[in-house]
């Protein structure tokens, strides 16, 4: 070996254990890893930046705007109110849900198709009886399989696009993901809805879950409110009517629990346990409302971000009569339940470092982490991906909790849903598609096009877009690019590839075809698949060349195997963003998960070798 091979050896082991540590971000361990590779002489400066005009990276970024004109459009709200029910038995409603969320998920966003569908599966969970969790897991894999079918379905697809066109002269198109990823798609669709579902765990404390969502919550006691100077046992009234537990207090920041509460006062905060619909119901039979919630007051609109959020609480808000309020404060509080995205402005942060009510305009009343109660005070405790956070406040519309991160769980969406609108957002779309597949102008330029469209249709506001990107994703790729394209330069890959040959010598390529994906899968369940498609794309193109067979069949594998990230809750974003709602543990996804990685191999191979044959 070489010195440079070394060091980008050691490098790129640095950051694999950086990335699995979790503790920073991977977009900084990224951008650290670039760094040193441009001191360490292994990456030429002019190229350190290279990455950020790389197609793939330009795809990523153009594809989440594209999702996000579809949700605008109220193209996707019309298909799942027509098309999902709560009456259906298990495995049809399984199939129903997860194959709209899998075909979603071949043209927008795979988050996205969840965040559109998640709240829709949890209240028809809720109306059948069964625990959430039965459902949601099946529909977060069929969201991601359903990416598997498209070149922009998924960001490995897009990545083994661009290291085609570096490595072998030309991208793949649209469909030519199709045949494999297809037909992963619909065995695997069919496993999680007729045998997969079975396998999830049903504990004793996920049979509430067919109740709505219990939280401990703390809720201020403002002047005037009908709370003050009674007891715990002066409002147990209230507390039956409601369905909620009172639990104590917090006064000047000492917990004292319900049987050493003195006469409630205002400042203080009730503890207390129950569901949103019953909070909602105690903090209004009580005149507990919190500030900013109906009157706009100073506090309530301090602060107010820029964008659409501070847009948003001007002239609309002014324009409101006062049968408006009225009508609005007859109907009480509204309380919001709403699951951490992955990549919220929340995650790692607590409510009273975020300042939510002042800024925002919401109060967090409670947070159920993985189906349990958090024990630290409400705005002390730490918010991390996956959390359910109970909200409430005149923030808490749809454009607000977007800001935030967050996707709200117990209400549906109200987007509009214009035959008119739909027509063109498709129409464009399809017309980008065309275009590039007929060779008029490139995919990345087509995609551009329709953006640009959405933009001066209205569609996507463009002041809207940067919000839509993942940064730290699309920030990730471009900075692990150029590392990539050093270690193939220095004969990284190559290496590699010829331990893989060696060790594999004596059998058939197919059992190296094989190698490689289950190594692929293994990463991608414990590493983000951005990263692992970065790096094993490369070596499955360097594996092929050394085996002397087709280089896409290889390719095409790791593209399938580094989006099947079924084991853990920190494989894929969907998997996280199930974990509260569901209420499930870290080690309850290998149950559906390792069974359905089998079927993915088991199907995956024979497609590749009858459409991409060796």
């Known amino acids: 070996?070489?010195?440079?091979?070394?060091?980008?050896?050691?490098?790129?082991?640095?950051?694999?254990?950086?990335?699995?540590?979790?503790?920073?971000?991977?977009?900084?361990?990224?951008?650290?890893?670039?760094?040193?590779?441009?001191?360490?002489?292994?990456?030429?400066?002019?190229?350190?930046?290279?990455?950020?005009?790389?197609?793939?990276?330009?795809?990523?970024?153009?594809?989440?705007?594209?999702?996000?004109?579809?949700?605008?459009?109220?193209?996707l709200t019309l298909v799942t109110r027509r098309l999902v029910s709560d009456h259906r038995p298990t495995s049809r409603h399984i199939a129903m849900t997860g194959g709209i969320g899998a075909a979603l998920s071949a043209i927008i966003n795979n988050v996205a198709a969840l965040a559109l569908l998640m709240p829709i599966d949890v209240e028809a969970a809720r109306k059948a009886g069964r625990p959430p969790g039965v459902t949601l897991m099946p529909l977060a894999f069929a969201t991601i399989l359903g990416?598997?079918?498209?070149?922009?379905?998924?960001?490995?697809?897009?990545?083994?696009?661009?290291?085609?066109?570096?490595?072998?002269?030309?991208?793949?198109?649209?469909?030519?993901?199709?045949?494999?990823?297809?037909?992963?798609?619909?065995?695997?669709?069919?496993?999680?809805?007729?045998?997969?579902?079975?396998?999830?765990?049903?504990?004793?404390d996920q049979a509430a879950a067919t109740k709505p969502s219990s939280f401990e919550a703390e809720v201020s006691v403002p002047e005037g409110s009908a709370a003050i100077d009674?007891?715990?046992?002066?409002?147990?009234?209230?507390?039956?009517?409601?369905?909620?537990?009172?639990?104590?207090?917090?006064?000047?920041?000492?917990?004292?629990?319900?049987?050493?509460?003195?006469?409630?006062?205002?400042?203080?905060?009730?503890?207390?346990?129950?569901?949103?619909?019953?909070?909602a119901a105690f903090i209004k039979a009580l005149d507990m409302q919190q500030p900013g919630e109906q009157d706009g007051s100073a506090e309530g609109k301090a602060d107010q971000p820029a964008g659409r959020t501070g847009q948003r609480s001007g002239r609309k808000e002014d324009r409101k009569?006062?049968?408006?309020?009225?009508?609005?404060?007859?109907?009480?509080?509204?309380?919001?339940?709403?699951?951490?995205?992955?990549?919220?402005?929340?995650?790692?942060?607590?409510?009273?470092?975020?300042?939510?009510?002042?800024?925002?305009?919401?109060?967090?009343?409670?947070?159920?982490?993985?189906?349990?109660?958090?024990?630290?005070?409400?705005?002390?405790?730490?918010?991390?991906?996956?959390?359910?956070?109970?909200?409430?406040?005149?923030g808490t519309d749809s454009a607000t909790l977007d800001l935030l991160g967050v996707i709200p769980l117990s209400r549906a969406s109200?987007?509009?849903?214009?035959?008119?609108?739909?027509?063109?957002?498709?129409?464009?779309?399809?017309?980008?598609?065309?275009a590039a597949s007929l060779g008029v102008v490139s995919f990345t330029i087509a995609i551009a096009m329709a953006v640009a469209a959405y933009a001066a249709l209205?569609?996507?506001?463009?002041?809207?877009?940067?919000?839509?990107?993942?940064?730290?994703?699309?920030?990730?790729?471009?900075?692990?690019?150029?590392?990539?394209?050093?270690?193939e330069e220095v004969g990284g890959t190559a290496l590699i590839a010829e331990g893989i040959v060696t060790l594999t010598s004596d059998y058939s390529p197919v059992v190296a075809l094989v190698a490689i994906m289950v190594a692929t899968m293994t990463l991608s369940d414990v590493l983000n698949n951005v990263a692992t498609m970065v790096i094993t794309g490369p070596v499955a193109i360097g594996l092929a060349r050394e085996l002397d067979v087709n280089p896409d069949t290889f390719l095409m594998g790791v593209a399938i195997a580094a989006s099947c990230a079924f084991l853990t809750p920190i494989g894929h974003k969907n998997n996280t963003l199930i974990m509260?709602?569901?209420?499930?543990?870290?080690?309850?996804?290998?149950?559906?998960?390792?069974?359905?990685?089998?079927?993915?191999?088991?199907?995956?191979?024979p497609m590749l070798l009858i459409v991409w044959p060796l």
């Open 1 to 75: 070996m070489t010195l440079d091979q070394i060091l980008l050896f050691a490098l790129f082991g640095a950051i694999l254990s950086m990335l699995l540590w979790g503790r920073l971000r991977y977009d900084l361990v990224a951008a650290s890893g670039l760094l040193v590779a441009v001191m360490l002489g292994l990456v030429p400066q002019e190229k350190a930046f290279s990455g950020f005009a790389d197609p793939a990276v330009v795809i990523v970024a153009l594809v989440l705007i594209v999702s996000r004109a579809f949700e605008n459009s109220g193209a």
């Open 147 to 204: 990416g598997m079918v498209t070149l922009i379905g998924t960001p490995p697809n897009i990545i083994a696009s661009g290291i085609r066109e570096r490595l072998l002269g030309s991208p793949y198109g649209m469909f030519d993901f199709a045949p494999v990823g297809g037909a992963v798609a619909i065995a695997g669709l069919a496993f999680v809805a007729l045998v997969g579902w079975r396998l999830v765990p049903r504990r004793a």
């Open 230 to 279: 009674r007891h715990a046992a002066d409002i147990d009234e209230e507390a039956r009517t409601a369905d909620v537990i009172v639990l104590g207090l917090v006064r000047e920041g000492r917990k004292l629990p319900r049987t050493r509460m003195p006469a409630i006062a205002a400042g203080d905060k009730l503890r207390l346990k129950g569901s949103s619909d019953a909070i």
């Open 321 to 394: 009569s006062e049968g408006e309020e009225e009508e609005q404060r007859d109907k009480g509080p509204e309380v919001v339940e709403a699951v951490v995205r992955a990549d919220s402005l929340l995650v790692g942060r607590s409510a009273g470092a975020m300042r939510l009510r002042p800024r925002f305009g919401v109060t967090l009343l409670g947070i159920a982490r993985a189906g349990t109660l958090t024990r630290r005070g409400v705005h002390d405790n730490y918010i991390a991906a996956g959390d359910v956070l109970l909200l409430t406040g005149r």
């Open 414 to 434: 109200v987007a509009g849903t214009s035959p008119g609108r739909v027509a063109i957002t498709i129409g464009l779309f399809a017309a980008a598609i065309a």
């Open 458 to 487: 209205g569609i996507v506001p463009a002041r809207e877009f940067y919000l839509q990107i993942e940064w730290p994703i699309v920030v990730m790729l471009a900075f692990l690019l150029p590392i990539g394209a050093a270690f």
């Open 580 to 605: 509260g709602p569901g209420g499930f543990r870290f080690s309850d996804y290998w149950r559906m998960g390792l069974p359905l990685e089998v079927v993915v191999l088991a199907v995956s191979v």
